[in-house]
């Protein structure tokens, strides 16, 4: 069956019989490719209790009905799964994560934008915004140099949203 270049949907072909079918097929791949949301990305095994409609990426290892879809992404539908081999760039809300994965061509990798701060390479390195710092001032010796510099930094950090005004 004749499929489309970069989402693999499947092509209606002339004359062929029970062509809902396979326009169904394409409409559900759509469906699953368009801003997806999966209950988790670290699961190898079909939930036992699926409902139609929900998403998973397939873990490393992937066993029983999932076997040899690690790293797609499955759907449960009343007639079944249903997989779609995600293409480098993909991006999916991970539920049980609370942020977006991004597939890398080889694997789902977690977004640097996490509920907890902005994380490279897998460290945070820039957590969530605290308390403000208050702008120096009084003191009994008194550098004008060192309290602007210091103003300075506070002013930049408050305008880039880093802490608090």
């Known amino acids: 069956m004749a499929q489309t270049d970069r989402l693999s949907l499947p092509l209606l072909a002339a004359g062929q019989a029970q062509k809902e079918l396979t326009h169904n097929e394409a409409l559900l791949l759509i469906d699953m490719a ?8 670290d699961l ?10 929900q998403w998973w990426v397939v873990g490393a290892g992937a066993t029983g009905a999932w076997a040899g879809q690690a790293r797609a992404i499955a759907v449960w539908t009343a ?5 779609a081999t995600p293409q480098n760039g993909w ?19 977690d977004e640097a934008a996490q509920a ?34 210091i103003a300075a930094l506070l002013v930049a950090m408050r305008a880039h949203g880093l802490i608090a005004t």
């Open 34 to 41: 368009v801003q997806p949301v999966v209950e988790t990305a």
């Open 79 to 83: 007639g079944g799964w249903l997989f």
């Open 116 to 149: 907890d701060g902005y994380h490279v390479a897998g460290q945070r390195v820039v957590g969530a915004r605290q308390a403000a710092i208050a702008t120096p001032s009084g003191g009994m010796t008194q550098d004008a140099e060192a309290r602007a510099a």
């Open 91 to 109: 991006r999916a809300w991970v539920m049980d994560r609370g942020h977006m994965c991004r597939f890398d061509g080889t694997d789902w990798i």
């Open 44 to 53: 190898p095994t079909p939930p036992v209790s699926p409902s139609p409609g």
